[in-house]
């Protein structure tokens, strides 16, 4: 049987009852994907830390070592799609504890690396690392369907500020330790032994609705060539994903590197990525709130037009006051959009069923634009950092995304008989 989203019950047979929106389990479920969150999303979202160190150690080229980041991003996102699907088969376990142990095994590997050869920070970093975190990602979003249901949007938004105080938190203390006594090869060390305790603590306490084979032989299985036909759902991920991806994730990589090329001092430019990710804790709260009343689409779109006006605003950032601005609203409309993207597909559902599914589509193809939008921004910048090219591009390729997003909206707000979509 097929129903809205937040009413479509979980599985039949001897739990049939709609997600609970509460509860111990559900609650621990939460805390437990933040902590998930803050260890993996978190400390992706400090790579511009490691974009300013290797650009500065001269590792490579700035596009290349950007690729090292993207590449993390295009699996951590990638994995989306079989993670997704396993979740739904009821294996959720054994893919959060697979993707922890890859993930801080990599991230230990990375601590041994020379900085003067590209291929081991590549290997480590850019695949162990993505591969690990995004086998742990989708599910640990996934997961919060199964406990939640009016209040979906507003528990993953609250799972999802893991990543934005993880963002604040690895900026602060890896800056510190790779430029003080200790040096990268133990700072990298002492943030692996964190996020170690943080994943033992994320896997003892999320857990999924029901056990892995009563979940596996009751529920109906999503129909894969349907949802691919649902065009309101492909213009969304066309414009709400691909698009905005493509530009998104400019100034989580750059940031760092540009307030320092403009002359601004080294310890505030440290704290650039801090002040954006700390910013992003509200875009991450406020509007998945607000989109429980207004729709998620019309919010997720509205939040993606600050983001590409944001991007040209940087033409006219030059001193630590312009960039602390810039850092805050980014960070908040940034943040807005990376946490409604998953609430906003899930809204796209008939059965929670559908769900792992579709986020893991969206997140496959999404993945594409993580990998090859900062270094299009790299390639654009050269070695002279020609910055004006790479916010055009950022900007504008964003702004293209509303059309789509739009369309979608209007179709989904005709399906459902509402304007709040």
């Known amino acids: 049987m097929h129903a809205n989203q937040s009413e479509t019950p979980l599985t039949t047979g001897k739990d049939t009852a709609e997600p609970r929106d509460g509860g111990a389990r559900a609650w621990c479920t939460v805390l437990g994907g933040w902590l998930a969150l803050f260890a ?28 090292i980041g993207s590449v993390n991003l295009f699996i951590f996102i990638g994995m989306g799609l079989p993670a997704g699907t396993l979740v739904d088969k009821g294996y959720f376990r054994h893919v959060i504890l697979v993707g922890s142990f890859i993930y ?7 601590s041994f690396v020379h900085l003067d050869r590209y291929y081991q920070i590549f290997l480590s970093q850019g695949i162990g690392m993505g591969l690990g975190s995004g086998l742990i990602y989708l599910p640990s979003m996934v997961v919060q369907t199964h406990h939640w249901g009016a209040g979906r949007a507003t528990a993953m938004g609250v799972v999802i500020t893991g990543s ?25 060390r002492a943030s692996a032994f964190l996020n170690l305790g943080l994943l033992i603590m994320a896997n003892l306490l999320m857990s999924p609705r029901l056990p892995p084979d009563h979940n596996q032989l009751e529920k109906p299985k999503p129909k894969v060539q349907q949802i691919l036909r649902d065009v309101p759902f492909i213009l969304a991920v066309i414009g709400g994903i691909v698009l905005v991806t493509l530009g998104l994730f400019f100034p989580y990589f750059y940031l760092q590197l540009y307030t320092i090329l403009h002359g601004i001092s080294p310890n505030f430019a440290f704290y650039t990525l801090t002040i954006q990710n700390g910013a992003s804790i509200f875009g991450r ?6 989109a429980n009343k207004v729709g998620l689409l019309n919010t997720l779109t509205f939040m993606c ?12 950032v030059t001193d630590i006051g312009g960039v602390t601005i810039f850092a805050i609203l980014y960070g908040f409309f940034s943040g807005a959009v990376l946490s ?14 559908e769900i792992g599914v579709r986020l893991g ?9 993580y990998l090859i939008g900062p270094p299009i921004s790299g390639a654009l910048l050269t070695n002279q950092y020609h910055w004006s090219r790479a916010i055009i591009f950022n900007g504008t390729i964003m702004l293209a995304s509303l059309p789509f997003l739009l369309v979608s909206r209007f179709m989904q707000a005709r399906r459902k008989m509402t304007p709040r979509v």
């Open 40 to 67: 993996t999303f978190g400390y992706g979202s400090s790579y511009g830390v490691y974009q300013d160190l290797y650009t500065r150690a001269g590792t490579s080229s700035t596009s290349n070592i950007s690729w």
């Open 104 to 110: 801080i095994f990599s991230l230990f590997a990375l």
């Open 164 to 188: 934005s105080v993880g963002g604040i938190v690895y900026p602060i203390m890896l800056n510190h330790l790779f430029n003080g006594p200790v040096g990268f090869a133990w700072g990298v």
């Open 285 to 290: 709260i406020i509007p998945n709130i607000l």
């Open 305 to 316: 037009f600050g983001s590409a006006v944001l991007a040209f605003s940087l033409f006219g």
């Open 340 to 353: 409604l993207f998953s609430p906003a597909i899930a809204s796209f559902a008939s059965d929670v069923s």
């Open 361 to 369: 589509l969206t997140f496959f193809v999404a993945s594409i634009a």
